[in-house]
């Protein structure tokens, strides 16, 4: 006698605000494919429909645009009207009140998220966060996806986000902005938190000028708000491109896959970058690499531990940033020309 099908389950996920967290977020919808088939929905951000897009497990985006701070209780009725009766199950990921909205006024029959901001009304399976066993976001994301015994034991697979790469649109890139003379290096001198996660630009600018005379392409990588950044990285070095601004965030995806490795601080296109397959230089300051790793084994990371840090600060408390500032360039350097010929070796 042949078994029944297993039934599809269909699931919201309200995802996060952050670029870094909604690549992170692919390990959930990876775990909720593997354990049963399911329809996967999320309500996330314009911004982040590129990502969403180059994850394959994703089946349907709902877009909510409301910004940071803003309430937005008309956009948020309206998509949940249009959300109602499709889904059985929604987890929502970020702890605060007013995500937890949709599905509950979607009517959504079963609505799971960690407890905080008093959501009692809005979600009917509440869980406490034990943030010592779930003591990274990734697990977070994915204890929500998995039944709720197995989840407090904290001791289940992470799947490693992975996103799939435009081959045209890489080939059109490369055209159009001149690259792929020389094999390129990514740098990634932003993070949309704030100072205290920035490895200082002179740093990142002789870096840049050091590696362009080993041969490399320097490719300087981030939105409109880093062009400066990038413009001082890249003043009159030869081979180093200020790509700041000129493209979206799929086609950074795409670049981000083209290069050998990048340097990178704590940031969204951190993510991008291990989930593309990209070898990682990651450097971290007032955060900590064991909350927010690199999801790779292709990864070294750059931290110094002083006793002032992590502080999880927006900006160094202390005024000085010695935790960046004195992680030289020459140490970044030498990984970088390592894992080359590490990977020259191999070839």
């Known amino acids: 006698m042949n078994q029944a099908a297993t039934p599809e389950s269909s699931i919201l996920v309200v995802g996060p605000s952050w670029v870094g967290d909604m690549v992170m977020a692919q390990s959930l919808f990876k775990t909720l494919k593997q354990r049963q088939p399911s329809h996967i929905g999320v309500v996330a951000p314009g911004w982040s429909q590129p990502i969403l897009e180059r994850m394959p497990e994703v089946n349907a985006v709902a877009t909510l645009d409301v910004g940071h701070g803003e309430f937005g209780w008309g956009a948020r009725r309206i998509l949940a009207r249009q959300l109602r009766g499709r889904f059985d199950t929604a987890i929502v990921l970020p702890r605060s009140w007013k995500s937890a909205l ?3 006024l979607a009517r959504i029959p079963h609505r799971v998220g960690f407890t905080g901001e008093q959501r009692y009304g809005l979600l009917n399976e509440r869980r406490e966060l034990d943030k010592a066993r779930l003591d990274q976001t990734v697990k977070r994301f994915v204890a929500l996806g998995l039944p709720a015994e197995e989840a407090r034991r904290g ?7 992975r996103l799939r790469i435009d081959s045209a649109n ?3 890139l490369h055209a159009r902005l001149e690259l792929g003379r020389r094999p390129a290096i990514g740098m990634m001198p932003g993070a949309e938190y704030g100072p205290a996660k920035q490895w200082p630009l002179g740093h990142f600018r002789e870096l840049a000028g050091r590696l362009t005379a080993e041969g490399f392409e320097v490719r300087v990588m981030g939105g409109p708000k880093d062009a400066a950044a990038g413009e001082a990285i890249a003043e009159s070095q030869a081979q180093v491109h200020n790509l700041c601004g000129q493209t979206r965030l799929a086609d950074a995806v795409d670049l981000l896959a083209d290069c050998q490795q990048v340097v990178t601080n704590d940031s969204g296109l951190m993510h991008v970058a291990a989930a593309v397959g990209t070898r990682v230089q990651a450097i971290y300051g007032s955060s900590s690499p064991s909350y927010t790793p690199p999801l790779t084994d292709s990864a070294e990371i750059h931290y110094l531990g002083l006793s002032c840090s992590p502080c999880f600060e927006r900006s160094c408390p202390l005024g000085h940033t010695n935790c960046l500032v004195q992680l030289s360039p020459q140490r970044v350097l030498a ?13």
């Open 102 to 104: 949709v599905p509950f």
């Open 155 to 161: 001791d289940f697979a992470i799947p490693r986000p």
């Open 170 to 172: 890489l080939a059109a």
């Open 335 to 347: 990984a970088l020309l390592a894992a080359s010929t590490a990977v020259i070796a191999r070839v």
